[in-house]
């Protein structure tokens, strides 16, 4: 059973009066779920880095930001696993807002995720 009360509290993303209703589900349940599986990311796309024979850490460092999103594009089974660590993340009211949501808050999960490894690269692994 999860503790939905350790999610991290992001205070730069907070809603302001007037936000839409995605907009506040990305910075109120996405962001924190995210922060918190940090680690985890970091790890399952660094499997994905070695499963490609490690050919990103043979890049110069300005060529690795669009090997990754190169990656984001057409990985789609790394992509469905990348979900379901952040969907088996949700309260039931959570997820019926993801329900009724879910292909602009993939898109999100997605780009916040890119980012957050295009932004940490350096705790990418080499396994190979």
């Known amino acids: 059973m999860h503790n939905f ?4 509290i992001i ?3 907070e809603v302001k009066t007037g936000t839409k ?8 349940t996405l962001r924190p779920i995210i922060k918190q599986l940090h680690s985890i990311l970091l790890n399952h796309f660094s ?12 890049f110069s460092e ?8 190169r990656l984001f594009q057409k990985e789609t089974r790394y992509k469905s696993e990348l979900k379901g660590m952040i969907i088996g993340n949700l309260t ?9 949501n ?3 808050i993939d898109k999100r999960i997605y780009s916040i995720v890119e980012e ?7 705790e990418l692994q080499d396994w190979n």
């Not at 300005?62 to 999103?69: A, V």
């Not at 957050?116 to 350096?122: A, F, P």
């Open 92 to 100: 039931s009211e959570e997820f019926g807002i993801y329900r009724l």
């Open 116 to 122: 957050r490894i295009v932004t940490n690269q350096e």
């Open 62 to 69: 300005d060529q690795k930001p669009s090997y990754i999103h």
């Open 5 to 8: 009360d350790s999610r991290p």
């Open 102 to 104: 879910y292909k602009v």
């Open 47 to 58: 499997l994905l880095l070695s499963s490609k024979k490690g050919q990103y850490f043979k």
């Open 11 to 13: 205070p730069s993303s």
């Open 21 to 28: 209703e995605i907009e506040a589900f990305q910075n109120n």
